[in-house]
C-alpha cells in the first residue's frame, strides 16, 4: 500500500527537513499510523516519544503536530528506531518499532557505503551506486504496507506527563537562569548542568 499522506505535505516535510532520504521516509511512515490512528494533533491531542534522533523525526513533528516546545513530542536518547504515539484524551497508545531486515539486502549494502562515504574513500562508481540504493530504499519504504515496515505494539511506557511551568532559578556560577527541574546542588548552592559538571571535575 502506497503512503496515504498526501504529496503535497511529503514535499513540504522534505523542503522543512531539507533533503528527502530513508529516514526521512520512515519517519513519513510512521507519522501516517500516527495519523491514521490517533489524528493530528490539532484535532486530537497526542503525544510522540522518539527513541532516535534520525531524520524521520522532523517527519513525526512536521506531519503530527507534536513539537519539543509544545511538550508533546519527547526524545529518548535510546538509538532505536522506534516511535511511540499517544493520544492524550484516554492513554491509548501504541510503539512502532522498524522491522529488522525490512528494507531486504540492499540495506546492508547501502549502510557498507555509507560508511565509506562518511570516510572520505567512496570511489565514483560506489557514489552513483550508494544514490541509486538510496532512491531505491525511499520507493520501498514509501510503498510498503505499514505492518511489513514495522512491529506495532502496546506502548511500553504511560503516557508522559504534561509539560509543567516551573520556576526559573539562577545559578551562583554564571548567574544565568536555569529551569528548577535541570538545576543541581553543590556546596549549598543552586548550579546550571554545566556549571555543575565543571565544578565536578575540579574537586
Known amino acids: 500500500m502506497t503512503c496515504t499522506i498526501d504529496s503535497k505535505k511529503i514535499d513540504d516535510c522534505i523542503e522543512f527537513h531539507g533533503h528527502v532520504c530513508p529516514g526521512l521516509s520512515i519517519g513519513i511512515r510512521a507519522a501516517e499510523y500516527c495519523l491514521q490512528a490517533f489524528g493530528h494533533n490539532s484535532d486530537e491531542p497526542v503525544c510522540a516519544v522518539?527513541?532516535?534522533d534520525m531524520c524521520g523525526v522532523d517527519a513525526i513533528q512536521f506531519l503530527t503536530g507534536c513539537t519539543f516546545g509544545k511538550g508533546n513530542l519527547m526524545h529518548r536518547d535510546w538509538g532505536k528506531t522506534a516511535f511511540t504515539f499517544y493520544r492524550q484524551r484516554d492513554?491509548?497508545?501504541?510503539?512502532?518499532?522498524?522491522?529488522?531486515?525490512?528494507l531486504g539486502k540492499t540495506h546492508e549494502r547501502a549502510a557498507e557505503?555509507?560508511?565509506?562515504s562518511v570516510d572520505g574513500s567512496l570511489t565514483a562508481e560506489e557514489?552513483?551506486?550508494?544514490?541509486?540504493?538510496r532512491v531505491a530504499q525511499q520507493t520501498k519504504l514509501m510503498e510498503m504496507p505499514l505492518e511489513e515496515l514495522f512491529e506495532i505494539n502496546e506502548p511500553q511506557t504511560p503516557m508522559?506527563?504534561?509539560?509543567?511551568?516551573?520556576?526559573?532559578l539562577t545559578c551562583a556560577e554564571c548567574?544565568?537562569?536555569?529551569?528548577?527541574?535541570?538545576?543541581?546542588?553543590m556546596g549549598g548552592q543552586t548550579l546550571c548542568i554545566p556549571?555543575?559538571?565543571g565544578m565536578d571535575q575540579k574537586r
Open 91 to 102: 492513554g491509548k497508545g501504541a510503539r512502532l518499532t522498524m522491522i529488522p531486515g525490512a
Open 175 to 185: 548567574g544565568e537562569g536555569v529551569m528548577e527541574s535541570r538545576s543541581r546542588r
Open 160 to 168: 508522559p506527563r504534561g509539560a509543567r511551568i516551573l520556576e526559573t
Open 195 to 197: 556549571c555543575f559538571e
Open 50 to 52: 522518539c527513541e532516535t
Open 113 to 116: 557505503l555509507m560508511k565509506k
Open 127 to 133: 557514489k552513483t551506486e550508494l544514490a541509486g540504493l
